[in-house]
């Protein structure tokens, strides 16, 4: 099947040919007619299986025909780097279309937005957090709303972002198309779909099973050794583009600096990095100015680059689907590519899990001639936290304040702090 039987607008065609689609893959193909109906659906896809293009093409076929100058499709992604990426699409795709697109998130001035939204766009692409501050100072419109997606819920419900999204669907069009992708279908997503969509034609493509064009290997080794062992395994093995998962930025952080001083063209991809330097690392990454990206998971949504060969889980997953979100960045596109990942004692569980989703067992790996005997130093000298200085007049003050603390609820104040500052990734 090939994309002619869509029967898509020419400018719209012209997109495909510019992108270089020949043949849509299975979501677009179960997707693209339902939604060009102007139907609900909720797709069940992974990472890296063509379903933004599968909203993508129906949104600039429907926006077509119609008003300009004002909000009428809003796609609602769970981080900067996947809307930068779903914006990325929309102007290629839809380049002959002359319909505009904007991002909107946190992490970066909020007046410029403002002045943007101003100028009217038929397509806005936004994170949860920073829509809703425009949505509260009205600086965005969202009245002729046509519309609606949702993308990657599941990650959304992971960072908290399920209360925002009601409060967002609160203020648009009852009267509307909704779409919902998401990779997983926890309970909070299913009754979120229950009550968003209606009548909904339900696609799934490999929910479960990571793709069959990617090989698994696990390296047992312990915790103060995965380093030597990351850089020895780099040494010996052939890549083409690495992405390396932490758990932790203040990990993602040390470890691309430890690659950079054993001379790879490194970068981390973290939370704590400003708006510019993010772009500058995911930039950086797509087009082979750095060959190795070190990322936690959610800095790493969104990531979009068909030629990684490897993909290194440095510390295990929490979760089996975040396993396969993490390995989905790498065999895409027809290609093979390899998941290499770090394993300790503690990881036995996970392991199983794993294997069980598979179906069968993963190879173990050591690598010849690698000391793996080697002690843990006395004291963690690579990732601890520097000692935090807590003098005697913090001591007073903290006791001075602590009957107050109690009386208003303890940390409430500290705990709002947090969530509005994850709100804003």
Request: net charge positive; aromatic share 6%; hydrophobic share 35%.
């Amino acid at each position: 099947m090939e994309f002619q039987r869509f029967n898509l607008h020419p400018h719209v065609a012209a997109g495909v040919k510019a992108a270089g689609y020949s043949k849509p893959t299975p979501i677009q193909k179960q997707a693209i007619p339902p939604v060009l109906q102007g139907q609900d659906v909720l797709g069940l896809a992974q990472t890296g299986t063509g379903k933004t293009a599968a909203f993508v093409l129906p949104i600039l076929e429907r926006l077509l025909q119609g008003p300009r100058g004002r909000v009428r499709a809003l796609i609602v992604a769970p981080t900067r780097e996947l809307a930068e990426q779903i914006h990325e699409s929309i102007t290629t795709l839809g380049r002959q279309t002359r319909l505009r697109s904007m991002t909107v998130y946190g992490g970066v001035g909020f007046n410029p937005q403002a002045d943007k939204l101003k100028r009217g766009y038929e397509i806005v692409v936004a994170c949860p957090g920073r829509l809703l501050d425009h949505i509260d100072q009205r600086t965005i419109n969202l009245s002729h709303l046509e519309t609606l997606v949702l993308d990657e819920a599941d990650r959304m419900f992971d960072m908290g972002f399920l209360p925002d999204i009601r409060k967002i669907i609160r203020h648009i069009p009852a009267k509307r198309q909704t779409l919902l992708f998401s990779a997983t279908m926890p309970d909070d997503i299913r009754r979120l779909a229950h009550d968003i969509l209606h009548a909904p034609i339900t696609v799934q493509v490999d929910h479960a099973a990571p793709a069959n064009t990617v090989s698994h290997a696990l390296y047992p080794v312990e915790q103060h050794l995965k380093t030597a062992l990351l850089l020895e395994l780099l040494r010996h093995t052939d890549t083409e583009s690495v992405l390396i998962f932490t758990r932790t930025k203040h990990r993602a952080k040390r470890i691309g600096q430890q690659l950079e001083k054993a001379g790879y063209r490194a970068a981390s991809l973290q939370g704590n990095l400003s708006q510019n330097r993010r772009q500058e690392a995911l930039d950086g990454f797509r087009s082979g100015r750095y060959q190795i990206l070190v990322a936690t998971d959610i800095a790493a949504r969104g990531i979009d680059v068909s030629s990684i060969s490897h993909v290194i889980n440095y510390d295990m997953p929490d979760t089996a689907d975040a396993y396969t979100h993490r390995i989905g960045r790498t065999g895409r596109a027809a290609k093979t590519g390899d998941a290499f990942t770090f394993i300790t004692r503690e990881d036995q569980d996970m392991v199983r899990s794993i294997e069980r989703l598979l179906g069968y067992a993963i190879e173990r790996r050591a690598l010849k001639d690698f000391d793996y005997k080697k002690s843990a130093p006395v004291r963690d000298a690579e990732f601890a936290r520097p000692p935090r200085q807590y003098t005697q007049r913090r001591k007073t003050e903290a006791g001075a304040r602590k009957p107050f603390a109690a009386k208003a609820g303890g940390t409430g104040g500290r705990r709002a702090s947090a969530t509005r500052s994850r709100k804003t990734t």
